[in-house]
């Protein structure tokens, strides 16, 4: 059984950084793609990131430059580096595994049914 546990959300002042981790099992990590997804009150679930099992990252533009993903299989765990935050970004945050295709990866989810409870995030002074 797949399974995700998001970790390392807070509360964070505006400018401030956080950094989430996904820890994944019931699967081999190494040969998915993961990517971050968050949602705010009210909006849709939207994508943020995703690396792929070859380590190509891909990001939404409202995060790009701000935010870095990255992975460690021998911890079977992917990371999101949040840095420069604004309030804009306060979501619950979840990881998934994610599309990927000749080493690149998409921001869309593989399995519908395999979804972590999601770490929060909130931004304010």
């Known amino acids: 059984q797949w399974q995700f546990v998001e970790s390392g959300g807070n509360l964070v002042q505006p400018g401030g950084s956080l950094r989430l981790s996904c820890a994944a099992s019931?699967?081999?990590?190494?040969?998915?793609?993961i990517g971050w997804f968050r949602q705010a009150p009210g909006k849709v679930r939207e994508g943020v990131s995703c690396?792929?099992?070859?380590?190509?990252?891909y990001y939404a533009d409202s995060v790009k430059g701000r935010f870095t993903t990255s992975r460690d299989s021998a911890k079977s765990t992917v990371y999101l580096h949040l840095d420069n935050l604004n309030p804009a970004d306060s979501a619950l945050y979840f990881c998934?595994?994610?599309?990927?295709?000749?080493?690149?990866?998409?921001?869309?989810?593989?399995?519908?049914?395999?979804w972590g409870q999601g770490t929060q995030v909130t931004v304010s002074s």
């Open positions: 998934t595994a994610t599309r990927q295709r000749y080493g690149l990866c998409a921001i869309r989810e593989l399995r519908p049914d395999a």
């Open positions: 019931g699967f081999s990590l190494d040969s998915y793609a």
């Open positions: 690396i792929s099992s070859s380590h190509n990252t």
